[in-house]
């Protein structure tokens, strides 16, 4: 698999833009590698920093590398086609959090309909990409997609399942 782009402070400006929408390019590049980089708290944060993915033409899917300070120090495309979506090899989420000696990464992933929700496709790929982390040492702290109508995330969506389900087991 061919990483399309990717982005940190070391080669901002040697790689050429791929596919992103220059607002978005942009942005990124003024806030990486520098103090002003986001910190990346919570899925809020993510679609913040992400926000201009919504209006790219496609689908993308992005590896954000972040520090042990949750800082956004790198990210890269992976996937921007159905196909390539589909076929990703979960290690290769991990490259750039190897090459910038980060901490872990948040998968980012737009979806141009407005439907905030995950398809079988997109959880398969968040625990394969997970699976992944887990051997190479890497958490993947999640996975978020943003939309025009606001944000998902795998983490949360989790976390209020299993609160369901502990409310439950005490009510009975």
Same mark, same amino acid.
């Given at each position: 698999?061919?990483?399309?782009?990717?982005?940190?402070?070391?080669?901002?400006?040697?790689?050429?833009?791929?596919?992103?929408?220059?607002?978005?390019?942009?942005?990124?590049?003024?806030?990486?590698?520098?103090?002003?980089?986001?910190?990346?708290?919570?899925?809020?944060?993510?679609?913040?920093?992400?926000?201009?993915?919504?209006?790219?033409?496609?689908?993308?899917?992005?590896?954000?590398?972040?520090?042990?300070?949750?800082?956004?120090?790198?990210?890269?495309?992976?996937?921007?086609?159905?196909? @390539?979506?589909?076929? *990703?090899?979960?290690?290769?989420?991990?490259?750039? $959090?190897?090459?910038?000696? +980060? &901490?872990?990464?948040? !998968?980012?992933?737009?979806?141009?309909?407005?439907?905030?929700?995950?398809?079988?496709?997109?959880?398969?790929?968040?625990?394969?990409?997970?699976? @992944?982390?887990?051997? *190479?040492?890497?958490?993947?702290?999640?996975?978020? $997609?943003?939309?025009?109508? +606001? &944000?998902?995330?795998? !983490?949360?969506?989790?976390?209020?399942?299993?609160?369901?389900?502990?409310?439950?087991?005490?009510?009975?």
């Amino acid at each position: 698999m061919a990483t399309l782009i990717a982005r940190s402070a070391a080669d901002a400006n040697t790689l050429p833009i791929g596919g992103m929408s220059p607002a978005l390019e942009q942005n990124l590049l003024e806030m990486v590698g520098r103090n002003k980089c986001p910190v990346m708290r919570s899925a809020a944060d993510v679609a913040e920093a992400f926000a201009e993915t919504v209006w790219l033409k496609r689908n993308v899917l992005l590896a954000a590398t972040i520090d042990r300070r949750r800082r956004l120090i790198h990210w890269e495309m992976l996937a921007g086609t159905r196909a @390539a979506f589909r076929d *990703l090899c979960p290690a290769s989420a991990f490259s750039g $959090v190897m090459h910038s000696h +980060g &901490y872990g990464i948040i !998968l980012v992933q737009n979806h141009r309909s407005g439907r905030l929700e995950f398809d079988a496709a997109g959880l398969a790929v968040t625990r394969a990409v997970a699976h @992944a982390g887990l051997l *190479l040492g890497y958490p993947l702290v999640d996975h978020v $997609v943003i939309s025009q109508t +606001g &944000y998902l995330s795998v !983490l949360s969506m989790a976390l209020s399942q299993r609160q369901y389900w502990a409310r439950r087991s005490r009510a009975s």
